[in-house]
């Protein structure tokens, strides 16, 4: 009985034993702060490794012997790695390719990966990868392409974002306040996601092909550093600039957050920052469409209804006329979506939603009434004209002929064209990187433009 429970514990160890091996390929397991980050590489990528690395078949996890040059290349439900010569092999689990050890000095240089923002490139990585093969049924991924991710410490990966998200010749503390955003942003993500893209979806991200020295020091410096409010870590939304004021997380997404609260932001409004004043003009047509799709409906008048006391538009009315009919149809913009959304809502984008607008080439329309007044309408669009037959016809184009006493004219029916006036860059929220740039040359800390820009927080080392 003895010797049973004995051959008994010993299998039970073994499994154990097997199953702490299986756990122990993961990557994740190598960093204090792990990121994954999704790649998306070209079909075929080859990878040349500096410094040491293995490769680990995620099937079995047995170890693979290569030298310092990889390739990987897509098949059907598998991942096919060749190694010097004609030797290859291949997995329908993939491979982690990892650091052993871990090194401030390994890098692997990647062939051909998209980067966020410009094109397939040659790109320099830190940290490890995880390759598999191409997915099924999911949007997000391409199936003609291996999945790779990129993982890596917290901190290396932040190198490879913060010069992507402001110029790494920006003052220090600057760009330490952007470290800390980010790392908080990094962090809170990551713990709600599998892992980030290396987009504007999550933060620019461009591998050790984009650091910059000053931006890796300012990185350095803030190591471990987290903004808090009562106790847990922030969501550090930043956006370019503020157009002079930052504004309440309601006014410009749904839901309301104690930290981002609308403060003022004279440290935005300076000569070096090209956000302080620009103009955009959308055309009714252009408008039309965006607003009012059905062909039958043509937009008459546009007019912005209510804005936030930071100066954010929050609501716009936009009317329209049945073109056979001559019936109004009025709807309120965002139309349920966030105020945020008004930027991509009418026919082009608006930096912010800090504007004015005003139409262009739109005259009173004045109309004869039948008891013999005379009454001014800004749009004749929908109006019924009376034709030489007798029948009445809607008017729906822009330009209506007119004929006078010296011959025909031509009148604007409706505006011609919308010009925006506005000021900022970006949704508004939480630190503007213009006035934390303002800060810092006026000598404020990076603690200080913090809790400038989030209200009621407290910077903490974790």
Request: hydrophobic letters at 35%; proline letters at 3%; glycine letters at 8%.
């Amino acid at each position: 009985m003895h010797k049973k429970l004995t051959g008994l514990l010993v299998a039970v160890c073994l499994l154990v034993l097997m199953a702490a091996n299986v756990e122990a390929a993961a990557p994740n397991d190598l960093y204090d702060e792990p990121i994954t980050v999704k790649l998306v590489p070209s079909v075929n990528f080859d990878a040349t490794l500096y410094g040491s690395y293995e490769l680990i078949d995620l099937k079995d996890q047995e170890k693979i012997k290569i030298g310092n040059n990889v390739q990987f290349r897509h098949a059907s439900d598998k991942v096919v790695v060749k190694l010097s010569g004609d030797k290859s092999v291949s997995s329908t689990q993939g491979y982690i390719l990892q650091e052993s050890p871990v090194s401030s000095r390994n890098y692997v240089s990647l062939t051909s990966v998209l980067r966020a923002g410009t094109d397939f490139k040659q790109t320099d990585y830190r940290g490890s990868f995880v390759i598999k093969p191409s997915a099924k049924n999911n949007q997000d991924d391409k199936t003609d392409r291996l999945q790779l991710f990129n993982v890596l410490g917290i901190e290396d990966y932040l190198k490879g974002v913060v010069p992507k998200e402001m110029s790494a010749s920006w003052p220090k503390e600057a760009l330490k306040a952007q470290a800390v955003a980010a790392r908080n942003y990094a962090k809170v993500n990551m713990d709600a996601n599998t892992f980030l893209f290396d987009t504007v979806k999550h933060q620019v991200y461009h591998g050790r092909s984009g650091e910059a020295g000053r931006s890796n020091e300012a990185v350095t410096e803030t190591k471990g550093t987290y903004a808090v409010y009562n106790g847990a870590l922030i969501y550090a939304y930043f956006h370019a600039s503020s157009g002079g004021y930052t504004d309440n997380s309601e006014n410009v997404w749904s839901g309301k957050v104690p930290y981002i609260r609308a403060v003022k932001d004279p440290y935005d409004l300076h000569n070096a920052n090209p956000n302080t004043n620009w103009t955009a003009t959308v055309t009714r047509d252009e408008a039309d469409k965006a607003i009012f799709p059905e062909k039958e409906w043509e937009l008459a008048r546009l007019e912005v209804i209510e804005k936030s006391k930071a100066g954010r538009v929050q609501k716009i009315r936009a009317t329209a006329i049945h073109s056979t009919t001559g019936k109004e149809r009025v709807k309120i913009l965002p139309d349920g979506a966030s105020p945020d959304s008004l930027r991509w809502a009418l026919g082009t984008t608006l930096k912010s939603n800090i504007f004015d607008m005003k139409e262009r080439g739109a005259n009173a329309v004045s109309v004869k009434m039948g008891d013999g007044s005379v009454k001014s309408y800004n749009s004749a669009i929908g109006m019924k004209m009376r034709q030489k037959d007798g029948t009445d016809n809607a008017i729906s184009y822009e330009n209506l002929a007119v004929r006078t006493p010296t011959g025909i004219q031509y009148a604007n029916t409706a505006p011609a064209s919308y010009t925006f006036t506005g000021k900022g860059w970006g949704h508004g929220l939480g630190m503007s990187q213009w006035g934390a740039y303002k800060m810092a040359k006026d000598g404020k800390s990076y603690r200080e433009i913090l809790k400038h820009y989030y209200t009621g927080i407290d910077i903490v080392k974790r």
